[in-house]
């Protein structure tokens, strides 16, 4: 396994909910900002959408198209974090993927898939 293990997502109804989970390093997660990103695979050339981010200090920011229904936290216990969604809707569906940035050097897990349809 890698320093970032992304799982939860699923197929989920307009409405529904999922929780996302980040397993990170020990390191990553006591020195690194961490967040989601989602992509949509229209085009490997797209670029990631923000989703949301957490700091070493338990700072959060959200992009402005979750603000309202996502809400990102930190288990120190566990090294992870978890973004919990609620009110999914269909322009929610894509890849999303756990990110840990510190100085400007990224790292990314595999990500998992969200798909938000009747």
């Known amino acids: 396994q890698g320093d970032l293990v992304d799982s939860g997502g699923g197929l989920v109804q307009p409405g529904g909910s999922l929780r996302l989970s980040c397993a990170a390093s020990?390191?990553?997660?006591?020195?690194?900002?961490m967040g989601w990103y989602r992509q949509v695979p229209t085009s490997q050339r797209e670029a990631r959408e923000f989703?949301?981010?957490?700091?070493?200090?338990?700072?959060?920011q959200y992009g402005d198209s979750v603000k309202g229904r996502f809400t990102i936290s930190r288990d120190h216990a566990k090294n992870t974090i978890y973004l919990d969604m609620n009110d999914l809707k269909p322009e929610d569906t894509g890849i999303y993927y756990c990110?840990?940035?510190?100085?400007?050097?990224?790292?990314w897990g595999l990500g998992t898939q969200v798909t938000v349809s009747s």
């Open positions: 989703i949301a981010l957490v700091t070493v200090g338990n700072s959060t």
């Open positions: 020990a390191y990553y997660f006591a020195t690194h900002t």
């Open positions: 990110n840990a940035v510190l100085f400007g050097q990224n790292h």
